[in-house]
Protein backbone atom coordinates (compact mmCIF):
# COMPACT_ATOMS: atom_id res chain seq x y z
CA UNK A 1 0.00 0.00 0.00
CA UNK A 2 1.50 3.43 -1.00
CA UNK A 3 1.32 5.81 1.55
CA UNK A 4 -1.36 8.12 1.13
CA UNK A 5 0.04 11.60 2.85
CA UNK A 6 3.18 11.14 0.31
CA UNK A 7 2.88 12.50 -3.07
CA UNK A 8 4.67 10.83 -5.50
CA UNK A 9 6.01 12.27 -8.29
CA UNK A 10 7.16 9.57 -11.07
CA UNK A 11 10.40 11.49 -13.48
CA UNK A 12 10.08 9.45 -16.69
CA UNK A 13 11.61 10.41 -20.39
CA UNK A 14 11.44 9.91 -23.89
CA UNK A 15 15.29 8.79 -23.77
CA UNK A 16 18.40 9.14 -22.15
CA UNK A 17 20.41 12.34 -21.35
CA UNK A 18 17.46 14.31 -21.81
CA UNK A 19 16.98 16.07 -18.33
CA UNK A 20 15.72 13.98 -15.86
CA UNK A 21 18.20 14.29 -13.19
CA UNK A 22 18.51 18.33 -13.87
CA UNK A 23 14.71 18.01 -13.34
CA UNK A 24 14.53 15.92 -10.56
CA UNK A 25 16.88 17.85 -8.19
CA UNK A 26 16.00 21.31 -8.80
CA UNK A 27 12.59 20.50 -7.82
CA UNK A 28 13.46 18.58 -5.43
CA UNK A 29 15.19 21.35 -4.26
CA UNK A 30 11.95 23.58 -4.55
CA UNK A 31 10.05 21.22 -2.32
CA UNK A 32 12.64 21.45 0.26
CA UNK A 33 12.64 25.09 0.05
CA UNK A 34 8.76 25.03 0.57
CA UNK A 35 7.59 22.01 2.73
CA UNK A 36 11.07 21.02 3.84
CA UNK A 37 14.01 18.53 3.91
CA UNK A 38 12.73 16.07 6.00
CA UNK A 39 9.50 16.10 4.00
CA UNK A 40 11.19 15.22 0.87
CA UNK A 41 12.81 12.03 -0.60
CA UNK A 42 14.88 11.82 -3.81
CA UNK A 43 15.11 8.39 -5.11
CA UNK A 44 16.70 5.90 -8.31
CA UNK A 45 15.26 3.25 -7.60
CA UNK A 46 17.65 1.25 -11.18
CA UNK A 47 20.72 3.16 -12.07
CA UNK A 48 23.49 1.55 -14.21
CA UNK A 49 26.86 2.70 -14.63
CA UNK A 50 29.04 3.02 -11.32
CA UNK A 51 29.63 5.09 -8.86
CA UNK A 52 25.74 6.13 -9.75
CA UNK A 53 26.19 9.54 -10.36
CA UNK A 54 22.47 10.22 -10.66
CA UNK A 55 21.67 9.05 -6.82
CA UNK A 56 24.37 11.17 -6.16
CA UNK A 57 23.21 14.63 -7.57
CA UNK A 58 20.08 13.85 -6.11
CA UNK A 59 21.02 13.03 -2.65
CA UNK A 60 19.00 10.02 -2.20
CA UNK A 61 19.59 6.39 -0.95
CA UNK A 62 22.07 4.08 -2.93
CA UNK A 63 19.38 2.49 -5.26
CA UNK A 64 17.75 -0.42 -4.68
CA UNK A 65 19.44 -1.97 -7.77
CA UNK A 66 22.91 -0.17 -8.18
CA UNK A 67 23.99 -2.09 -11.51
CA UNK A 68 27.92 -1.11 -12.37
CA UNK A 69 27.86 -1.55 -15.96
CA UNK A 70 26.72 1.86 -17.93
CA UNK A 71 24.43 0.02 -19.96
CA UNK A 72 20.71 -0.22 -20.33
CA UNK A 73 19.42 -1.46 -17.05
CA UNK A 74 18.18 -4.83 -18.29
CA UNK A 75 21.45 -5.72 -19.63
CA UNK A 76 23.25 -4.52 -16.87
CA UNK A 77 21.34 -6.54 -14.38
CA UNK A 78 22.09 -9.43 -16.97
CA UNK A 79 25.97 -9.00 -16.58
CA UNK A 80 25.29 -8.31 -13.15
CA UNK A 81 23.71 -12.06 -12.17
CA UNK A 82 20.77 -9.72 -11.05
CA UNK A 83 17.20 -9.82 -11.66
CA UNK A 84 15.43 -6.48 -11.11
CA UNK A 85 11.65 -7.36 -9.51
CA UNK A 86 9.15 -4.67 -9.42
CA UNK A 87 7.79 -5.96 -5.94
CA UNK A 88 11.10 -5.29 -4.63
CA UNK A 89 11.11 -1.93 -5.90
CA UNK A 90 7.67 -1.04 -5.02
CA UNK A 91 8.87 -2.09 -1.30
CA UNK A 92 11.43 0.04 -1.40
CA UNK A 93 10.10 2.80 -2.31
CA UNK A 94 7.44 2.38 -0.03
CA UNK A 95 10.15 1.98 3.09
CA UNK A 96 12.08 5.48 2.36
CA UNK A 97 8.56 7.32 1.80
CA UNK A 98 7.64 5.53 5.39
CA UNK A 99 10.76 7.44 6.43
CA UNK A 100 8.88 10.91 5.73
CA UNK A 101 5.74 10.25 5.91
CA UNK A 102 6.47 9.35 9.51
CA UNK A 103 8.86 12.52 10.13
CA UNK A 104 6.80 15.05 11.00
CA UNK A 105 5.10 14.96 15.03
CA UNK A 106 2.56 17.55 14.28
CA UNK A 107 -1.05 16.45 13.34
CA UNK A 108 -2.60 16.70 10.49
CA UNK A 109 0.83 15.65 9.36
CA UNK A 110 2.04 18.09 6.78
CA UNK A 111 2.39 16.99 3.05
CA UNK A 112 5.63 15.09 1.75
CA UNK A 113 6.85 14.34 -1.47
CA UNK A 114 9.05 11.65 -3.14
CA UNK A 115 10.51 12.37 -6.40
CA UNK A 116 11.20 9.11 -8.12
CA UNK A 117 13.89 8.94 -11.26
CA UNK A 118 13.29 6.08 -13.65
CA UNK A 119 16.02 4.88 -15.48
CA UNK A 120 16.40 5.93 -19.15
CA UNK A 121 13.53 5.82 -21.68
CA UNK A 122 9.99 5.62 -20.08
CA UNK A 123 10.15 2.24 -22.77
CA UNK A 124 13.58 1.14 -21.64
CA UNK A 125 13.72 -2.72 -20.50
CA UNK A 126 14.63 -3.48 -17.06
CA UNK A 127 13.89 -7.16 -17.52
CA UNK A 128 12.33 -9.27 -19.81
CA UNK A 129 8.65 -8.24 -20.14
CA UNK A 130 9.57 -5.41 -17.85
CA UNK A 131 9.93 -1.71 -18.89
CA UNK A 132 10.01 1.54 -16.97
CA UNK A 133 6.50 1.92 -17.66
CA UNK A 134 5.40 -1.26 -15.79
CA UNK A 135 7.03 0.39 -13.06
CA UNK A 136 5.63 3.62 -13.03
CA UNK A 137 2.20 1.62 -13.79
CA UNK A 138 3.19 -0.49 -10.31
CA UNK A 139 3.88 2.91 -8.04
CA UNK A 140 0.86 4.72 -9.15
CA UNK A 141 -0.84 6.22 -7.62
CA UNK A 142 1.54 8.88 -8.78
CA UNK A 143 1.68 11.69 -10.78
CA UNK A 144 3.89 11.42 -13.82
CA UNK A 145 6.22 14.29 -15.45
CA UNK A 146 7.45 13.25 -18.78
CA UNK A 147 11.05 15.02 -19.36
CA UNK A 148 11.60 15.55 -23.43
CA UNK A 149 14.42 17.66 -24.49
CA UNK A 150 14.54 21.06 -26.37
CA UNK A 151 16.32 20.27 -29.26
CA UNK A 152 15.79 19.38 -32.68
CA UNK A 153 14.07 15.83 -32.57
CA UNK A 154 11.64 16.07 -30.22
CA UNK A 155 8.90 16.70 -32.20
CA UNK A 156 9.14 13.17 -33.42
CA UNK A 157 10.47 11.63 -29.95
CA UNK A 158 7.64 13.25 -27.85
CA UNK A 159 5.01 12.14 -30.70
CA UNK A 160 6.21 9.08 -30.57
CA UNK A 161 6.12 8.37 -26.52
CA UNK A 162 2.78 9.83 -26.21
CA UNK A 163 1.35 7.93 -28.87
CA UNK A 164 2.87 4.79 -27.19
CA UNK A 165 1.54 6.20 -23.90
CA UNK A 166 -1.79 6.46 -25.06
CA UNK A 167 -1.88 2.89 -26.38
CA UNK A 168 -0.46 1.68 -23.61
CA UNK A 169 -3.70 3.24 -21.55
CA UNK A 170 -1.50 5.65 -19.31
CA UNK A 171 -0.42 9.22 -20.24
CA UNK A 172 1.86 11.69 -18.68
CA UNK A 173 0.64 14.31 -16.22
CA UNK A 174 3.19 17.07 -17.39
CA UNK A 175 5.21 17.48 -20.08
CA UNK A 176 8.88 19.29 -18.85
CA UNK A 177 11.26 20.54 -21.98
CA UNK A 178 15.02 20.82 -20.64
CA UNK A 179 18.06 21.94 -22.88
CA UNK A 180 21.06 19.51 -22.30
CA UNK A 181 22.57 20.36 -25.47
CA UNK A 182 20.95 23.73 -27.45
CA UNK A 183 20.37 24.08 -31.04
CA UNK A 184 18.62 26.23 -33.70
CA UNK A 185 14.99 25.11 -32.45
CA UNK A 186 15.57 25.40 -29.28
CA UNK A 187 13.11 27.96 -27.41
CA UNK A 188 10.88 27.18 -30.38
CA UNK A 189 10.23 23.47 -30.12
CA UNK A 190 7.29 24.29 -26.72
CA UNK A 191 5.52 26.61 -29.32
CA UNK A 192 5.20 23.82 -31.93
CA UNK A 193 4.77 21.38 -30.13
CA UNK A 194 1.14 23.02 -28.64
CA UNK A 195 0.85 24.19 -32.71
CA UNK A 196 0.78 20.80 -33.39
CA UNK A 197 -1.26 19.11 -31.02
CA UNK A 198 1.39 16.65 -30.05
CA UNK A 199 1.73 18.45 -26.50
CA UNK A 200 1.46 21.66 -24.21
CA UNK A 201 4.49 21.42 -21.92
CA UNK A 202 4.08 22.74 -18.14
CA UNK A 203 8.01 23.94 -18.25
CA UNK A 204 10.39 24.57 -20.09
CA UNK A 205 13.83 25.05 -18.91
CA UNK A 206 16.50 26.57 -21.12
CA UNK A 207 20.14 25.65 -20.68
CA UNK A 208 20.73 26.46 -17.59
CA UNK A 209 17.79 27.64 -16.46
CA UNK A 210 16.78 26.48 -12.80
CA UNK A 211 13.38 27.91 -12.17
CA UNK A 212 11.01 25.22 -11.65
CA UNK A 213 8.28 27.51 -9.62
CA UNK A 214 5.62 27.22 -12.52
CA UNK A 215 5.52 23.48 -12.10
CA UNK A 216 5.48 23.39 -8.39
CA UNK A 217 2.20 25.72 -8.71
CA UNK A 218 0.74 23.10 -11.30
CA UNK A 219 2.04 20.34 -8.70
CA UNK A 220 1.22 22.31 -5.21
CA UNK A 221 -0.80 25.35 -5.84
CA UNK A 222 -0.81 27.43 -2.80
N1 LIG B 1 18.22 22.79 -18.70
C1 LIG B 1 19.49 22.37 -18.64
N2 LIG B 1 20.50 23.26 -18.51
C2 LIG B 1 21.79 22.89 -18.45
N3 LIG B 1 22.20 21.61 -18.50
C3 LIG B 1 21.23 20.66 -18.63
C4 LIG B 1 19.85 20.98 -18.71
N4 LIG B 1 19.16 19.83 -18.82
C5 LIG B 1 20.07 18.85 -18.82
N5 LIG B 1 21.31 19.34 -18.71
C6 LIG B 1 22.59 18.59 -18.68
O1 LIG B 1 22.53 17.58 -19.68
C7 LIG B 1 23.11 16.37 -19.22
C8 LIG B 1 22.05 15.26 -19.25
O2 LIG B 1 21.02 15.62 -18.35
P1 LIG B 1 20.55 14.63 -17.20
O3 LIG B 1 21.70 13.94 -16.58
O4 LIG B 1 19.63 15.39 -16.32
O5 LIG B 1 19.75 13.58 -18.10
P2 LIG B 1 18.99 12.25 -17.65
O6 LIG B 1 17.76 12.17 -18.45
O7 LIG B 1 18.87 12.24 -16.18
O8 LIG B 1 20.02 11.11 -18.12
P3 LIG B 1 20.05 9.55 -17.67
O9 LIG B 1 19.18 8.84 -18.64
O10 LIG B 1 21.49 9.21 -17.80
O11 LIG B 1 19.57 9.47 -16.26
C9 LIG B 1 23.64 16.65 -17.82
O12 LIG B 1 24.98 17.03 -17.91
C10 LIG B 1 22.77 17.83 -17.36
O13 LIG B 1 23.41 18.64 -16.40
MG1 LIG C 1 19.58 10.86 -14.83
Redesign the pocket.
Known sequence: MSDQRVQRLLIA?TG????????ARLLVRALRARFGDEHVVAMKPVESGAPYD?ARALGSPAPRYALPEPLSPHLAARRAGVSIELGAIAKWVEAQEAGIALSGTMLPYPQSWSVI?T??GVLSPLAPGLRNFELMRALDPSRWIL?APDRLGVLHDLAATLTALAHLGREPDYVVL????PDASSGTNAAELRALGIAGPALV?????EDVGPLVELLAPR
Do not use: C, M, R, Y
Open positions: ATGVGKTHVDEAGVSTPSLGHGA
